[in-house]
């Protein structure tokens, strides 16, 4: 199965969602999956049925190193 962004949340079969611990409930968490072949789906828990983000696994690292340095820490003031 071929896994595009866009693609509604509950169509990814077999699909186990996880979200931070951090998250403090209430339907405002990003959950996220992974997929066959490394990529990752991550989609808004408010809309379990809604859209999927997906990326490679190289795109994941890359934002998950930008976490770690602090690089998007304005966002949230």
Same mark, same amino acid.
């Given at each position: 199965?071929?896994?595009?962004n866009g693609m509604p949340a509950d169509?990814?079969? /077999? #699909? =186990?969602?996880?979200?931070? !611990?951090?998250?403090?409930? +209430?339907?405002?968490? %990003?959950?996220?999956?992974?997929?066959?072949? /490394? #990529? =990752?789906?991550?989609?808004? !828990?408010?809309?379990?049925? +809604?859209?999927?983000? %997906?990326?490679?696994?190289?795109?994941?690292?890359?934002?998950?190193?930008?976490?770690?340095?602090?690089?998007?820490d304005h966002l949230g003031e």
């Amino acid at each position: 199965m071929e896994f595009e962004n866009g693609m509604p949340a509950d169509m990814i079969p /077999g #699909a =186990v969602w996880i979200k931070s !611990s951090a998250s403090t409930g +209430g339907g405002n968490c %990003v959950e996220v999956t992974g997929l066959p072949g /490394g #990529a =990752v789906a991550l989609r808004n !828990s408010r809309d379990p049925h +809604g859209p999927a983000l %997906v990326y490679t696994r190289e795109e994941i690292a890359a934002f998950i190193a930008g976490v770690k340095a602090a690089e998007f820490d304005h966002l949230g003031e």
